[in-house]
Structure formats: C-alpha cells, structure tokens
C-alpha cells in the first residue's frame, strides 16, 4: 500500500511551509525514518522522515513549493518490485562529478532550472559538498574562448572603444522567493512597530572588570564546567536581577491588562544557517554561569545546523541580542512582540575616558535598550539600563543581589 509523505503539525500557529531540498530522487529506496526533505517553516527548518522503507515513486511538490498541514507531497511504494527498487547497494558510482555526496541549496536549484543546468554536475564549493547559488550561476557564466583576432587589430578596438563599453558585462537579476522564517521576521518587524510605541534608551558599560575576571578565572571555569566562560552569561544573569526590581520590562500588553511574569525565559538572539533566530533561555533566572554557557554554546551549535526546535522559539519574557559579534558599534534592536523590551549589545573598543580627574583607556560597551512605551515609562527603562550597566562594572553586585 502506497504511503503519502503528508506535513505534520509543526506547532502553534504553523500552518503553511515551504518546501526545501529534496535529499532523494523519484525512483530512489528510502530506509524507514531515512530523511526525504527539508520543510521550512515560519520559525525553523525540520527534515521530513519516511514512514515505511520503500520506493519514492512521486515527488508533488518542488523545492520552493508552498505547502500546508496536511497536504501530501509525495509518495512511497513499500512493496514496489525489486526492478524499480534503487537500494543504496545497488547504485553504481557516477563517472565525473559525485553527485551523490552533493546536495544542492533550494536557491541553486532553481537557478539551476531556470538556466537549463544540471546541478549535479556544478562544482560545489560549500560546507558538507553543497552546491550554493553562486556556483551554479559560475558554471552558466562560463563560455567558450573567442576566437583570436590579430593582434594589431585586437589593439586599435580597444583604443577606438569607449570606456565604459569596456568594461560592460551582462547585468543579472534574480528573483528569490523569501523563506517562511525571512516572511515571518518581516512580519514581526513591521508588527513591532505598527503596534507598539517603541523607544530605545542608550549607555555604555565599562567591561574591565568583567575582562579581568575572564582572564584570571577562565582557565579554572572551563576546567570545572567544560565550557568557556563568556560575556553573555553575565549580561544573562544582569538581566534576570534587573527584571526583578523592573516588573514591567517583563510583562506584556493584552488588551487592557498587563501580565507580569513571575519567571524569566530570556531569548538569545542567534545566527542561524536560515537567519536570525531567538531560542529561549527557559527560567533563566535560576539557572548558574555554567548553565548559561552550555545552553548558549548548544543553541549555537544548532542553529548553524537549522535543528532548534520550534518549541524552543516560542515564548519568551525579555530578549538579548548582541550585534557587537559583527562589529556594531550601537544600533537600535526592535522589541519581539509581545514582549515589551530587548537588550542590544555592541561592540567593545578601547575608548578615553575620565575615571577620577585622569583620562584612562577602557574597554568600553555601548547598549541600547528598547522598550514599549505603552507599558515601561522612560523612568524605569533608564533605571534598568542603569542597573545593568552597575551589575556587569561591578560583578560583585549579581552575588549579592543589589
């Protein structure tokens, strides 16, 4: 009995994907649970497994095809005879380029198809043998050599030729369909600032203290923890103690009620293979140094590899982002609604400043903090950033809870 490859439920408010890779072909033997294709949802991107072993013997949906919940793309023969069986023993290796070991990104595949090329047989130079855009639009731009012409008259050509003619090319376009995460991050930014009344307050931090403490406990942490100790887990921690004594950067708006969370699920702004994604940080408020680390450097690791899970996307009191990993020196991060406020971090540069009548040098930290004004008053945001900025001077402080 034929199998149909049917979209699950991928969670709250999920409703429509995007088809990504597709890691087999029609005709191909699929193992049970073998994955058979990427679906990008709204908040991440999950492998689709086989339901039985079998041949797939139809593809209904392409790469960057919509699809809902519910809907069968594709479709798997478990009792198909052994002369239409592809088992993995079975395929004989390709003369050339190894197709097998590739996979080709949605985007080359479409520019592939569109420009007549077979991906399988473009020169892959990204991570894991993939086979970007960029190599598929390299192999259509190669052409073969012109004919030669006489020196001489190659020579007055190019004299008699206009400058700008020179040095004219083929002007490409391309059209891309945005991915169900970049639809959503869109959404949610425009969201962010239709329906809230967003401000953002800045200061800066001076990180001596906490470099130092790096460098004299870092060593004796990693040894203790297994994982290195980092900036983010102060500020994580910073966060949790200044959101105990600033309730409403930790509520949210609901109509005409404010719902002010006992707990603390920060979101942690990360770059994923995707794009940006928030995984939450769930009752940060209990969790140690270590703690911190380990789920940051875990997420981290995932992102990369599009697997955090969509309940770990969801939810969220408060977040962080750090643009300073990419060299931002200050920039305004927009709240993730509902949530009513987000910590930017920046950049730390050795700057002059003025510590007792003397112009020292310190490695200091711009951040900005963003805040719906509809609940959180210019008062309690400034004393927030305040606290935080005393909290990571003076270390001490998250000790002794002041």
């Known amino acids: 009995m034929v199998e149909k490859l ?50 797939l013997i139809s593809i209904d949906k392409k790469t960057g095809d919509q699809a809902r919940v519910g809907d069968a793309v594709g479709a798997i023969d478990p009792g198909a005879s052994s002369g239409t069986k592809t088992r993995p023993e079975e395929k004989k290796p390709k003369e050339g380029a190894d197709a097998e070991s590739k996979r080709v990104m949605p985007s080359a595949a479409r520019l592939a198809h569109e420009r ?31 004919a030669a012409e006489e020196p ?14 020179r040095f004219a090319r083929e002007r490409l376009e391309e059209v891309v369909r945005m991915s169900p995460l970049r639809r959503t991050i869109a959404r949610r930014l425009v969201e962010a600032s239709q329906n809230a009344a967003l401000l953002t307050t800045f200061n800066e931090i001076d990180m001596t203290t906490v470099k130092e403490l790096r460098v004299e406990l870092g060593e004796a942490f990693q040894k203790r923890h297994g994982i290195k100790l980092g900036f983010m887990s102060f500020f994580v921690k910073a966060v949790t103690s200044a959101l105990a004594q600033i309730p409403e950067l930790n509520a949210q708006v609901d109509g005409d009620d404010i719902i002010y969370r006992q707990y603390c699920d920060v979101g942690i702004a990360i770059g994923g293979g995707k794009g940006l994604v928030v995984p939450v940080l769930r009752d940060a408020e209990a969790m140690n140094f270590a703690d911190i680390e380990k789920a940051i450097a875990d997420f981290g690791a995932r992102a990369k590899q599009n697997q955090i899970g969509m309940e770990e996307l969801q939810g969220g009191t408060f977040s962080i982002t750090n643009g300073g990993i990419y060299g931002s020196m200050l920039s305004t991060p927009i709240v993730n609604p509902p949530q009513s406020g987000i910590l930017g971090l920046h950049a730390i540069t050795d700057r002059p400043v003025a510590r007792d009548g003397q112009v020292v040098i310190r490695p200091m930290m711009n951040v900005a903090l963003t805040y719906d004004h509809r609940i959180v008053d210019g008062r309690e945001a400034v004393t927030f950033l305040l606290n935080i900025k005393r909290k990571i001077e003076n270390p001490a402080r998250l000790l002794l809870e002041i």
């Open 116 to 146: 007549g090329i077979d991906a399988a047989s473009v020169a892959a130079s990204g991570p894991g043998g993939r086979v970007l855009k960029e190599d598929v639009r390299h192999a259509g731009s190669e052409a073969p050599p012109a």
């Open 6 to 55: 049917i979209i699950p439920d991928l969670g709250e408010s999920i409703s429509e994907v995007q088809i990504g890779q597709w890691f087999k072909s029609e005709g191909d033997w699929v193992e049970l649970e073998e994955p058979v294709v990427e679906i990008e949802s709204e908040k991440a991107t999950v492998e689709l497994p086989a339901p039985v072993a079998g041949v």
């Open 152 to 165: 001489n008259k190659t020579e007055e050509t190019a004299a008699a030729a206009p400058v700008q003619a």
